[in-house]
Nanobody, 123 residues
């Protein structure tokens, strides 16, 4: 069983910063693509940032130049540094990962979600 656990959310004033972490645990061979998504009240879940195994990153237009995604493969952890936060960044932030897990004598790739962490930006 694999678990992704987010941390680092909270209440911050507009213009402030937060750093989210997502740590994986369980029967893990390795992480492939990792990403952060968010869902604001009444809205659909949307992609925030992605990072692949080689470290290449991709961001939504709304957070580019303010957010930075990174990973520590040795710790099975992905981070999201959020700077210059805006009111519209308020949402539940979810970690997502493609994880290589044991499957009998082989391995298989499965997708997992974390439970989410609340980020609230106040004026």
């Amino acid at each position: 069983q694999v678990q992704l656990v987010e941390s680092g959310g909270g209440l911050v004033q507009a213009g402030g910063s937060l750093r989210l972490s997502c740590a994986g645990s369980g029967s893990i061979v390795g992480f492939n693509n990792m990403g952060w998504y968010r869902q604001a009240p009444g809205k659909q879940r949307e992609l925030v940032a992605l990072i692949d195994l080689s470290g290449r990153t991709n961001y939504s237009d709304s957070v580019r130049d303010r957010f930075s995604i990174s990973r520590d493969n040795a710790k099975n952890t992905v981070y999201l540094q959020m700077n210059n936060l805006k009111l519209e960044d308020t949402a539940i932030y979810y970690c997502n990962a493609d994880v290589t897990v044991p499957s009998g004598f082989r391995t298989t790739l499965r997708n997992y979600w974390g439970q989410g962490t609340q980020v609230t930006v106040s004026s």
